[in-house]
């Protein structure tokens, strides 16, 4: 009984695609780091070069490979079994990209609930305030640096809570054109993704506005850890929300393409859990870096 | 089971339709033997093939990483500085670090992971092939720009292989931006191979493979893909914060901008502590393959066995303080990390109590595969016992940042996971290639190597004791005796290592004599009812497990 | 060369903690050990007795709940036995209240500093062995790197708390006979303490890797009777009032090219020549030349404004405390013309106090 049901698995054969994509993710961090280093050190190299070969190649086997994944897919070559490594594949992925923001929330808890009260002189630290800085006083967000740099709150009013809404709204958006898809309502599939990247698009561009306008108050990259974890957080947050934008585009092509079955459509439900995982970012963020 | 087989509810393809085209394209693809030159290699999708280019790797690496070594003896040989500068001293003992950690031993287990995995759970092959390939060959680049970087201006990473901050932010040389990459690099690839590892356990196992059935080295590898998941993204945020603290201005790590150089390695050692126990979780699994076999009686307690993998897993996300007890954490912090680390000496004894009860009233017989599994019981329990000894805090103070340390970590690490590595691959090897390895340089290779592992890591328990810091290219007089031995037992364990070396090469010249597909009588499990040497494509139609 | 330090075993070490920390260590060496061998015996005992070549048959049990549970709470009991006694002499030592002196201990790149809150004493503590025995030209002597030029002194029988902090990177206080190993984090102050027992000379090192000398970054304690202490003190601070004299009086003096070069030689020698080499031409890409380097041969403010004021995000330090004007107005000279450097410029104290102070 059990031998009967069992699929034939599909084994890809050779592929020169995987080779491919550590070529280029070798330019890419060998051109990175010199990049890094000639920019802020105002060296000549070709850091910047050796990065954009590599983000051009790492193009190049992305498109080549998911086209083979997409024929091989249309072909029908692939079974259910496969389908769920995928979908595991996904959510494992998912869970990876989870724990690296987790580090930097950790990151901002630390400095929030110990290391700027410590400076202030709380826990085992009274000498530290005492003797290596008097005047520094403990407060979040610390506007006020230890060393005398100063920088200025971003509220959680207006801009933020309006991107809030705007991810929120594209999840439901991607919501309905996932379950139309399962409906096999094409048309429908179409608004709905469109909407979702229009919104996703409007949010990345609010975010850039935003960018500018911290830096004409004074709150930047360098000042201090609440520039630090606000920047970083928002920023990596930033680029995943760019590729997932990306994805969307993509799976808009491909539906219009007419891809995809009701049943079948691993790549738009994967893409969909990932938005769906940067907008639940999104929510803690503007939870724990804009309104606390 | 019925993950694994059932189609019905899934409902995606008529039935016929799906095995129709499959077989189609399967013949094309499959039914040829292995490809032949470079681009075998290069453009691979078998699990074994990768899993082969995997050991490979991690073997030069090990040579690589065994040579830093060397230089580092050979510079504490005698007191007095002879062959090397401080700078380069701390760069050879980083990248030694850094090197054995992420390039030998880890890479290793996946190798060992690819190879057997499928063999074990009667799949052919592992759940993402392609993705496979990738996760592989990005390493020896990751490895490329970080030993290149040591011929930088100023040198490649001298930090230790904790890189604390701020010595690997504002005081370190420039070239820590491809350290960096290079480690972000790592990172990916074992994030890969882990999901890999992950999804071919849940997803690929043969009809009637039920969890509790599935060897114990198939289950410490899916714990320790688990874990690989967890806290890699977790070391690739600290490398990434590194890089802003130094080149972006960002003060993480910095008091002067509310940040704090210790939360740098709050960060490192949630990744830190979790990665030492993902180097001996698969040891673990192949001392319970080996164990059993040898003393021709089933594992005792196999179920203690998986939920005591499980508990050291768990144990090992809040015991990370215990790297950190001088960093003037409170009182509350020092006791509940003393605490819990001692904690994890109890599943790791119903391992080896386990292990133990196996060999009792077995018919033991000494295979290589055998003496280096007892070996490592013996060994790696030396070293678990002054890992306990470390984690009682007021005794750390002393023991903290010596020698004392150096010889436990060697010890879990070199007899630890080295030598469950060595017990691996003569275990397997006959399967790999059909013929029996030369037992007479294998006896060679391990007597030598297993005298000369402990004059080279024995007396540094002393040496810790008596007051030898770490990381220094030079000391005081009353350390030399004992330095010289130690140095002496180093050499002479390097060049061990080449017998073995040999001993591979001739292997791999499928010289010696054929073997059956059981290999060792004793053996149980999927993987000996397959021919030997294994056929680039096994399990394709899936066996029954009963 | 019998150094009079066991090479063996941890140091019982001079004050109380230290004592229980080292019955606690040797505590923890039995059990382990009485573990060790009765795991082994079993093993061994099977290696022997049940092996195939003597035709032992294999017995077919694999599980037993009464034997596993025992030995999951065995070990248990064994640890709690254990951790109860370490807890206690944990919560001692990290009680620093109620100290009789205070000393605030600054780490850096590679020397220690020393600060004695409640008098007017404070000053640096370097490795004192001569570069000749590290680079195996002279014989090494008995304290070979344990050595340093102004140990700190502290008194017996009192309470001594330390405020551990550093200027760069973590350095680690360590001082094996009194059981304190304390990070020192750039930017906190961390606390330990002590209360010596008997008078002596303590020798210890830093304790974590801090670049390139941490190897030679050695601590050295001298505990003096109270009464021989409280003589040091007063001594110390005589000097410290007397070297401020002596400055004042060389601000207004001029010093010659030669007396300058050859303290100028002297200061680099113990201070500089770590980091930017004897030969004055660094180590690329970590610590800049100062031969041929435009600082030294053109901007002679800047040249003395980057010595007196450090640079910060690098590793060069503010030495205005470790060196007096005088000094410091020597090792610019030297630096303005040793190596081919040939400036010829004159620089004297007063012109360290200008640019300090901002008076002539
Ligand atoms: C494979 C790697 C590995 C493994 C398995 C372990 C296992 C353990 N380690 Fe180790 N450790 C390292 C690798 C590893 N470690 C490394 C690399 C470092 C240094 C990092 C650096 O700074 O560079 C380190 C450092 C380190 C420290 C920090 C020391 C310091 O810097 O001051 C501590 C402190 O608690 C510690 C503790 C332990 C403990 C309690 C275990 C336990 O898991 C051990 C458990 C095993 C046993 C206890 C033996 C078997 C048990 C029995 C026979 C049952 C009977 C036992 C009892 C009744 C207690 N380790
Ligand atoms: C799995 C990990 C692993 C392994 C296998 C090893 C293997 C070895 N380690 Fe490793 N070691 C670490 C992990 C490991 N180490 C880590 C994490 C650190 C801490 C780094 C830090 O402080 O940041 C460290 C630090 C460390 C130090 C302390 C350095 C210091 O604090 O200054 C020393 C000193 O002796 C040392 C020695 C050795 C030796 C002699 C071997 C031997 O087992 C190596 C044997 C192998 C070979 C020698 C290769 C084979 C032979 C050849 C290539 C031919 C050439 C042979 C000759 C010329 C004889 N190691
Ligand atoms: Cu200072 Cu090590
Ligand atoms: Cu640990």
């Not at chain 2, 931006?177 to 690839?189: D, R």
């Not at chain 3, 260590?25 to 007795?49: D, E, K, N, R």
């Amino acid at each position: 009984m059990a031998e009967e049901e069992y699929q034939k698995y599909y084994v890809p054969a050779q592929s020169v695609w995987p080779i491919v994509g550590a070529v280029a993710l070798f330019l890419i961090a060998v051109g990175a780091g010199n990049f890094i280093i000639e920019s802020t050190r105002d060296k000549d190299g070709y850091g910047a070069y050796t990065l954009i070969a590599g983000l051009g190649l790492l193009l190049v086997m992305i498109v080549g490979w998911f086209k083979n994944q997409i024929d091989e897919s249309m072909s029908g070559l692939y079974s259910a079994q496969l389908g769920r490594s995928y979908r595991q594949g996904m959510a494992w992925f998912i869970f990876s990209e989870v724990m690296f923001f987790a580090a930097f929330f950790g990151a901002l808890f630390y400095a929030r609930t110990i290391s700027v009260p410590w400076l202030g002189g709380a826990s085992n630290n009274a000498m530290t305030n005492e003797v290596l800085w008097p005047t520094f006083e403990a407060v979040w967000p610390l506007l006020t640096t230890p060393g005398g740099d100063t920088s200025t709150q971003m509220g959680w009013f207006g801009l933020p809570l309006a991107n809030t809404i705007i991810l929120l709204i594209s999840s439901v958006t991607l919501h309905y054109a996932h379950t139309s898809l399962e409906t096999d309502k094409r048309n429908s599939v179409k608004i709905c993704l469109g909407l979702t990247i229009l919104l996703g698009v409007i949010f990345l561009g609010l975010q850039g506005y935003e960018y500018i306008h911290a830096y004409d108050i004074g709150l930047t990259l360098d000042s201090g850890v609440y520039g630090n974890t606000f920047f970083l957080l928002t920023g990596f947050h930033g680029l995943h929300v760019t590729l997932g934008t990306v994805i969307l585009m993509v799976l808009f092509f491909r539906v219009v393409w007419g891809h995809f079955t009701p049943k079948e459509h691993f790549a738009f439900q994967a893409g969909a859990w990932y938005w769906h995982f940067v907008d639940v970012v999104w929510v803690m963020l503007f939870f724990f870096v804009y309104i606390l | 089971m019925v993950s694994t087989t059932d189609t019905t509810h899934s409902g995606d393809h008529d039935a016929d339709t799906q095995d129709h085209v499959a077989s189609d394209h399967i013949d094309d693809h499959h039914h040829h033997e292995a490809p032949y030159g470079i681009s075998r290699w290069l453009l691979t999708t078998n699990h074994k093939d990768i899993g082969t280019l995997y050991l490979w790797f991690a073997f030069i690496m090990f040579l690589v990483g065994g040579a830093m070594a060397m230089v580092i003896r050979a510079e504490l040989f005698q007191p007095g500085l002879q062959i090397v500068e401080p700078n380069f001293f701390n760069q050879m003992t980083t990248v030694h670090g850094l090197i054995m950690v992420f390039g030998a031993v880890m890479p290793a287990f996946t190798g060992l992971a690819n190879w057997m995995i499928p063999l074990m759970i009667g799949a052919p092959d592992m759940a993402l092939p392609r993705m496979n390939n990738w996760s592989f060959w990005i390493l020896p680049f990751a490895f490329l720009i970080l030993l290149s970087s040591l011929f930088m201006e100023g040198g490649g990473p001298a930090f230790g292989w904790t890189f604390y901050a701020p010595l690997s932010t504002t005081y370190s040389s420039d070239s820590t931006a491809l350290f960096v990459f290079s480690v972000h690099i790592m990172g990916i690839s074992s994030i890969m191979g882990a999901i890999n590892v992950i999804v071919t356990i849940f997803n690929m196992r043969a009809p009637g493979m039920t969890y509790m059935k599935m060897p114990l080295f198939v289950w410490t590898w899916l714990i320790t893909a688990f874990l690989l998941i967890a806290v890699m993204p977790v070391l690739a945020a600290a490398v990434t914060m590194v890089l802003t603290d130094k080149f972006f201005g960002t003060s993480f790590f910095d008091a002067a901008g509310g940040g704090d150089p210790v939360l740098f390695q709050h960060i490192f050692w949630f990744f830190g502590h979790p990665e030492v126990y993902i180097m001996i979780l698969p040891a673990f699994g192949i001392i319970s393959q080996i164990v059993p076999t040898f003393s021709r009686k089933k594992l005792f307690g196999y179920a203690s066995m998986v939920y005591a993998t499980g508990a050291i897993a768990l144990l090992s996300f809040i015991v990370w303080g215990h790297h950190m007890f001088t960093t003037g954490m409170p009182v509350e912090y020092e006791i509940f990390f003393m605490f819990a680390t001692m904690l994890v000496s109890v599943p790791t004894g119903v391992k080896v109590f386990n292990w133990v009860a196996t060999m009792w009233r077995g018919s033991i017989s000494f295979e290589i595969p055998m003496m280096f599994a007892i070996a490592f019981i013996v060994l790696f329990t030396i070293g678990g016992l002054s890992g306990l000894m470390l984690a009682i805090v007021p005794a750390d103070f002393q023991y903290h940042d010596t020698y004392f340390v150096v010889a436990h970590f060697h010890y879990v690490l070199v007899t630890g996971a080295i030598f469950s590595i060595m017990a691996a691959v003569y275990y397997w090897l006959p399967k790999w290639t059909g013929k029996m390895f030369d037992i007479t340089l294998a006896k060679w290779h391990f007597w030598c190597s297993l005298v000369s592992v402990n004059v080279l890591f024995f007396p540094m328990h002393f040496v810790g004791l008596a007051g030898m810091p770490r990381r220094i290219p030079d000391y005081a007089l009353q350390f030399a005796d004992f330095n010289k031995w130690i140095s002496v037992g180093g050499f002479a364990f390097g060049l061990s290592q080449l017998i073995f070396l040999a001993l591979i090469i001739k292997a791999c010249r499928h010289q010696g004599e054929s073997v059956s597909s059981q290999v060792w009588d004793g053996a149980e499990g999927l993987e000996w009812e397959i021919p030997s040497p294994a056929p680039y494509h096994t399990f394709e139609t899936p066996p029954i497990v009963r | 060369i019998d150094t009079g330090r066991s090479n063996l075993n941890m140091r019982p070490g001079v004050s109380g903690i230290s004592n229980q920390v080292y019955d606690l260590h040797m505590l923890m060496f039995y059990v382990c050990i009485a573990i060790g061998v009765v795991v082994f015996t079993f093993m061994f005992y099977s290696m022997v007795v049940h092996r195939k070549s003597k035709g032992a048959k294999a017995a077919n049990f694999h599980e037993n709940l009464t034997v596993e549970v025992v030995w999951t709470i065995v070990p248990f009991v064994i640890l709690i036995f254990m951790a109860v006694p370490a807890a206690y002499t944990l919560i001692d030592m990290e009680d620093v209240s109620k100290p009789d002196v205070t000393v605030l201990v600054t780490g850096s790149q590679w020397k220690w500093h020393y600060k004695y809150m409640d008098n007017d004493v404070e000053y640096f503590s370097v490795l004192a062995t001569e570069q000749g025995q590290i680079r195996n030209q002279l014989t090494k002597t008995q304290n070979y790197l344990l050595e340093v030029d102004r140990p700190l002194v502290i008194p017996t029988g009192k309470k001594i708390r330390f405020l551990i902090t550093s200027d760069d990177v973590i350095h680690s206080w360590w001082m094996p006979d009194f059981a304190i190993k304390k990070d020192a984090n750039p930017g906190f102050i961390n606390e330990a303490w002590t209360n010596v027992n008997s008078p002596g000379v303590y020798r210890g090192q830093c304790a974590e890797l801090c670049g390139k000398d941490h190897g030679f970054m050695p601590i050295v304690v001298v505990a003096k009777e109270p009464a021989q202490y409280d003589a040091w003190v007063a001594e110390q601070e005589a000097i410290a009032q007397r070297a401020r004299d002596e400055e004042q009086r060389l601000l207004s003096m001029n010093m010659s090219m030669d007396e300058l070069m050859s303290q100028g030689e002297k200061v680099y020698g113990a201070v500089c020549a770590a980091c930017h080499m004897p030969n004055g031409e660094g180590l690329p890409g970590v610590f800049p030349a100062l031969k041929g380097s435009a600082l030294a041969l053109e901007d002679i403010p800047g040249h003395i404004r980057i010595i007196v004021e450090g640079s910060p995000g690098t590793s060069m330090a503010s030495f205005a405390k470790q060196l007096t004007m005088s000094e410091i107005a020597a090792v610019v000279t030297y630096e303005r013309n040793a190596w081919g450097n040939d400036t010829g410029d004159i620089v004297q104290a007063k012109d360290i106090n200008a640019i300090m102070y901002g008076k002539e």
